[in-house]
């Protein structure tokens, strides 16, 4: 079945340590998203990207890097100055003049 | 000024009966889509629903319909004939402009819960 696969569903981070959040895809689809989702709040953009090798910052990119080597995949790092990442992360991908967004079932961060 | 604006943070309702989420919204650009995902206690946000700005016709999608009011720009979310399954988080979410990719911008949801 196609969709999107987040991994992993539950992650920990230390002080100072970047960690990388997967996000893999087999829709076919041009674009893909990052948000990022906080208790009691709706979701925020972190980066996107429309085509490979491309992609651009959203609302709240500071402190995250992103890549896009290949269709399929769109990896988030949480880095270091990062200094409040325990959220849930949710990937998304889209076909471009789509009505809508497909979403993976999510990485929660926390902070040890 | 918030984009999308959900003044319920929780709503009850009784198996069986209708309820209506709110959601209003906030562009100047003319050619704009309306969203409705549902999120449950699994993390995995579900579409619902769209209405795109030119549509004449409120959207419909089985129990799910748009109330939607152009003039008032409000996009409320009907929900007929409730049902326990139907206990979850509901986010409203709009994206601007004719971009060809959709990125969207979301209200800070309304938690139904669904009793018997």
């Known amino acids: 079945d196609g969709g999107i696969t987040q991994s992993p569903k539950y992650l920990f981070r230390k002080e100072g340590q970047n960690v990388t959040l997967s996000c893999e895809q087999n829709?076919?689809?041009?674009?893909m998203y990052w948000y990022r989702q906080d208790p009691g709040q709706g979701l925020r953009l972190i980066y996107y990207?429309?085509?490979?090798?491309?992609?651009q910052k959203g609302d709240i990119a500071e402190g995250y890097s992103v890549s896009r080597e290949k269709k399929e995949s769109f990896p988030l790092t949480v880095t270091s100055a990062q200094k409040n990442p325990t959220a849930f992360y949710l990937c998304?991908?889209?076909?471009?003049?789509?009505?809508?967004?497909?979403f993976g079932s999510g990485t929660q961060l926390s902070v040890l | 000024a918030q984009k999308i604006t959900q003044t319920q943070p929780g709503m009850f309702v009784q198996e069986k009966e209708a309820v209506t989420l709110d959601c209003t919204y906030d562009?100047?650009?003319?050619?704009?889509?309306l969203f409705w995902y549902k999120q449950p206690s699994s993390g995995e946000m579900i579409f619902l629903i769209y209405?795109?700005?030119?549509?004449?016709q409120n959207a419909t999608e089985g129990r799910y319909s748009l109330n939607f009011q152009k003039a008032r720009k409000s996009a409320n979310l009907v929900i007929s004939a409730s049902q326990l399954g139907d206990s979850a988080m509901y986010f409203c979410?709009?994206?601007?402009?004719?971009?060809?990719?959709?990125?969207?911008?979301f209200g800070k949801g309304t938690m139904l819960l669904v009793s018997p």
């Open positions: 998304a991908s889209s076909t471009p003049f789509g009505e809508k967004l497909f």
């Open positions: 829709l076919n689809h041009d674009a």
């Open positions: 990207s429309q085509i490979v090798n491309d992609f």
């Open positions: 562009t100047s650009d003319p050619s704009y889509g």
């Open positions: 209405q795109g700005s030119y549509d004449q």
């Open positions: 979410a709009m994206r601007e402009g004719r971009s060809g990719y959709s990125t969207l911008t």
